[in-house]
C-alpha cells in the first residue's frame, strides 16, 4: 500500500471511479542513449573539444511532435543509469486513439535522419575530415537497426495516481497531461457576480527538452469572439488639397514638421474641407446606439492613437481648434501631473492616465492618447459596464525610435537566446576556446546594436538569417500586440467596435490607388501593397499566419481577429 505522501491528489479531491476508465497512457523507451554518448566522447577526442557536448534532442522532439499529433512529450530526460542519461516519451490519450501512436519502425526512422542531420555538422570541419568521418559513420552504423523487443509500454493511469513516484516518477509528467487530455474541449463557468466567464479548455502538445510549450489554453471569452467577428476594420487615408495622401510615418525627426503634419491629418479629419470621418463617425455610433441600444448604447466616443503623449497633444489641440462646438469634449492623455497654466488652473482637456478608467462616465467624446498608454489593466467602461469607446483610429504607424536603448536592450536579450540555440552561430564556429568565443560574442553583439541603432524606414529592413535577425517580422509582432491591447479596451462587455488606419504610411501603394479612384484615374496601374513595404499588411500576414493551424494556440486565440483584419476595407494586397 502507497504512503499517503504519494497520492497524486490533493486531500480533498476525490478520483471518481469511471473518470479514467478510457484513458492509456504510453511511454517509450529512446533505445540509443548508450550510442549517443558513445558518439559525444569519440567526437570531443576526435575534435579536442573540452567544453560539455550535449546531443541535440529539441530537434528530434520537434520532428516527433510535428510528425506525430497523437505524442504529449518527445524523449525527456527522467534517470541516469551508469552515468548515461536515459530519455522517453510520452502519450497520454484516449483508448480509441491507442492505435494512432507512431510505430518504433516510424520512429526509428525519425530518429535515423536526426542523426544523421546531427553528424553533419561535424562533417564539415576542415581539419582531421577522415578521422570525423570515421567516428560519424561508426556512430549510424551502430543506430541503423531497431533494437529488438523496443515498442511502447501501456499504462494504466491509475497506477500513477495511487503512487506519484511508481514508475520511476513518472507521474509527475504524466498526471498533469493526463488532466489537460480530460479538460480538453470541456467547458467551466467562473462567476463574479452578476456576471459569468464561460472558459473552454483546449490540450496542445508539449514542447522540446528543454522548452515547455503550453500545455492547455485558457480560452477566450465567447462573447469577445462575437464580438471581434462583428465589428470592421478600414483604411482611411486622409488626402491635401492637391490629392496626394497624408503621410506621417517617416517624417518625425524634427518636431516642427512633424506637428505641421500631425495638425494637417487632425484638420482633414474633422472638417468639411477634408473627410470629417472622425465627426461623422460620432454622429453613426450615436444613431447605432439608437437603433441596437444592446451593443452601442451609450458608446459615442472614439479613442485616437498615436506614438506619444506630445503627439497626443498635438492632435488634440489641433481638433480643438477647428472643433469649437465639441471644445469641452476632445481630450488628450497626460502621462504626469496635470501641468497648470498660469492662473494655477489645469490645461483645457488634460486627462491623467490614472483616470482614464473613468472617461466614459464624463462628457467627454474624443481621447487621443499613446498607443502604448492604453493597454492591459484598463477598463474604460460607459456606465453600462460595457466599453465606452464605440471606434479607434490608429493615427499613426508605430515605429521604433532609433535611439530608444531600452527598445534595443530588449531585442539584444532576446538575440542572445537565439544565438545561445543557434549551434551553428559564428562566434561558436569561429571561437577557440572560450574567452575567443566570448570575445566574437562581444563584438558580433556589438555590430548588431550598431545596426539596430541605424535603421531608417520600414522598407530598408533587410532579414540577416546568420544573426537571427528579422526586423520586419518582428516589428509586425509588436504591433500586432499593439492593436490587440488596443482593441480588448473596445470589446469589454462583449460588443463590437470600429477600427480605422489613418496614416497613409500604413499600406503607401493602397493609399495611392484610393487617391487614384477619387479622381477617376486607373488603379490598376499602381502596384498592390505587399509585406516589403506595407507593415499594416506584414502584420496581417503576421496574424493569419499565427491562426493558420486550426488545432494551434494561435488559432484559439486570434482566429477572429486574423478573419477581421484579412477583410479589411480599401487596403488592397
Known amino acids: 500500500m502507497p504512503s499517503k505522501n504519494n497520492l497524486a491528489l490533493p486531500a480533498r479531491m476525490d478520483l471518481a471511479n469511471d473518470s479514467l476508465s478510457e484513458m492509456t497512457i504510453a511511454v517509450l523507451m529512446f533505445p540509443f542513449a548508450k550510442e549517443v554518448e558513445n558518439f559525444i566522447q569519440d567526437i570531443k577526442k576526435v575534435l579536442r573539444n573540452q567544453k560539455k557536448t550535449y546531443a541535440p534532442y529539441r530537434q528530434l522532439n520537434n520532428g516527433l511532435l510535428a510528425c506525430t499529433s497523437t505524442l504529449t512529450y518527445g524523449f525527456e530526460y527522467f534517470e541516469t543509469i551508469n552515468d548515461i542519461s536515459q530519455y522517453r516519451a510520452l502519450a497520454v490519450c484516449k483508448l480509441e486513439k491507442k492505435l494512432n501512436l507512431p510505430?518504433?519502425?516510424?520512429?526509428?526512422?525519425?530518429?535515423?535522419?536526426?542523426?544523421?542531420?546531427?553528424?553533419?555538422?561535424?562533417?564539415?570541419?576542415?581539419?582531421?575530415?577522415?578521422?570525423?568521418?570515421?567516428?560519424?559513420?561508426?556512430?549510424?552504423?551502430?543506430?541503423?537497426d531497431i533494437p529488438p523487443n523496443w515498442d511502447w509500454e501501456y499504462l494504466q493511469p491509475e497506477t500513477l495516481i495511487k503512487d506519484i513516484n511508481s514508475q520511476k516518477s513518472l507521474g509527475y509528467q504524466a498526471?498533469?497531461?493526463?488532466?489537460?487530455?480530460?479538460?480538453?474541449?470541456?467547458?467551466?463557468?467562473?462567476s463574479s457576480g452578476d456576471r459569468e466567464q464561460k472558459i473552454k479548455w483546449r490540450k496542445v502538445q508539449g514542447g522540446g527538452s528543454t522548452k515547455t510549450d503550453p500545455q492547455g489554453i485558457l480560452m477566450p471569452e465567447v462573447g469577445a469572439q462575437k464580438a471581434i467577428k462583428q465589428s470592421e476594420f478600414k483604411f482611411i487615408p486622409q488626402f491635401d488639397d492637391k490629392n496626394k495622401p497624408i503621410r506621417i510615418s517617416g517624417n518625425l525627426s524634427n518636431k516642427k514638421q512633424a506637428n505641421s503634419k500631425f495638425a494637417q491629418i487632425a484638420q482633414s479629419l474633422v472638417t468639411a474641407n477634408g473627410s470629417n470621418h472622425l465627426i461623422e463617425e460620432l454622429q453613426k455610433l450615436k444613431e447605432l446606439g439608437e437603433i441596437e441600444p444592446e451593443l452601442w448604447a451609450d458608446r459615442d466616443?472614439?479613442?485616437?492613437?498615436?506614438?506619444?503623449?506630445?503627439?497626443?497633444?498635438?492632435?488634440?489641440?489641433?481638433?480643438?481648434?477647428?472643433?469649437?462646438?465639441?471644445?469641452?469634449?476632445i481630450y488628450h492623455l497626460v502621462n504626469n501631473e496635470l501641468e497648470p497654466t498660469k492662473d494655477g488652473k489645469s490645461q483645457p482637456g488634460e486627462l491623467k492616465r490614472a483616470d482614464i478608467e473613468i472617461f466614459g462616465y464624463g462628457q467627454g467624446k474624443i481621447l487621443v492618447a499613446p498607443t502604448s498608454s492604453i493597454g492591459r489593466g484598463f477598463n474604460i467602461l460607459n456606465s453600462s459596464g460595457k466599453a465606452a469607446f464605440g471606434a479607434v483610429y490608429f493615427l499613426t504607424r508605430p515605429y521604433p525610435h532609433p535611439n530608444d536603448t531600452q527598445a534595443i536592450a530588449q531585442e539584444m536579450n532576446r538575440r542572445a537566446y537565439d544565438w545561445l540555440e543557434k549551434e551553428?552561430?559564428?562566434?561558436?564556429?569561429?571561437?577557440?576556446?572560450?574567452?575567443?568565443?566570448?570575445?566574437?560574442?562581444?563584438?558580433?553583439?556589438?555590430?548588431?546594436?550598431?545596426?539596430?541603432?541605424?535603421?531608417?524606414?520600414?522598407?530598408?529592413?533587410?532579414?540577416?538569417?546568420?544573426?537571427?535577425?528579422?526586423?520586419?517580422?518582428?516589428?509586425?509582432?509588436?504591433?500586432?500586440?499593439?492593436?490587440?491591447?488596443?482593441?480588448?479596451?473596445?470589446?469589454?462587455?462583449?460588443?463590437?467596435?470600429?477600427?480605422?488606419?489613418?496614416?497613409?504610411?500604413?499600406?503607401?501603394n493602397s493609399a495611392k490607388k484610393l487617391a487614384a479612384i477619387r479622381v477617376g484615374d486607373d488603379p490598376?496601374?499602381?502596384?498592390?501593397?505587399?509585406?516589403?513595404?506595407?507593415?499594416?499588411?506584414?502584420?496581417?500576414?503576421?496574424?493569419?499566419?499565427?491562426?493558420?493551424?486550426?488545432?494551434?494556440?494561435?488559432?484559439?486565440?486570434?482566429?477572429?481577429?486574423?478573419?477581421?483584419?484579412?477583410?479589411?476595407?480599401?487596403?488592397?494586397?
Open 424 to 508: 551553428d552561430f559564428i562566434a561558436w564556429q569561429q571561437g577557440d576556446g572560450i574567452a575567443h568565443r566570448a570575445e566574437l560574442l562581444r563584438k558580433t553583439a556589438n555590430t548588431y546594436w550598431r545596426s539596430v541603432e541605424q535603421r531608417s524606414y520600414y522598407k530598408t529592413l533587410r532579414d540577416n538569417e546568420d544573426l537571427c535577425a528579422f526586423p520586419r517580422y518582428d516589428l509586425a509582432a509588436t504591433t500586432l500586440g499593439r492593436i490587440v491591447q488596443a482593441v480588448g479596451r473596445l470589446i469589454r462587455g462583449g460588443v463590437p467596435f470600429h477600427g480605422y488606419f489613418v496614416d497613409s504610411a500604413w499600406a503607401d
Open 103 to 144: 510505430t518504433p519502425e516510424q520512429i526509428h526512422q525519425l530518429i535515423f535522419i536526426w542523426a544523421q542531420n546531427w553528424t553533419k555538422q561535424y562533417l564539415g570541419q576542415k581539419s582531421k575530415q577522415d578521422e570525423i568521418k570515421t567516428v560519424c559513420d561508426r556512430f549510424l552504423d551502430t543506430i541503423a
Open 301 to 329: 466616443r472614439i479613442l485616437v492613437l498615436t506614438n506619444s503623449y506630445e503627439q497626443a497633444k498635438w492632435v488634440a489641440d489641433e481638433m480643438r481648434n477647428y472643433c469649437p462646438s465639441i471644445r469641452q469634449q
Open 524 to 573: 490598376a496601374s499602381i502596384d498592390n501593397d505587399t509585406e516589403e513595404n506595407s507593415l499594416l499588411v506584414a502584420t496581417i500576414l503576421r496574424v493569419c499566419n499565427y491562426a493558420f493551424d486550426d488545432n494551434s494556440v494561435g488559432n484559439a486565440l486570434y482566429k477572429p481577429l486574423a478573419d477581421a483584419l484579412e477583410n479589411i476595407e480599401n487596403v488592397f494586397f
Open 175 to 190: 498526471i498533469p497531461s493526463l488532466l489537460a487530455t480530460l479538460l480538453h474541449e470541456q467547458i467551466c463557468i467562473v
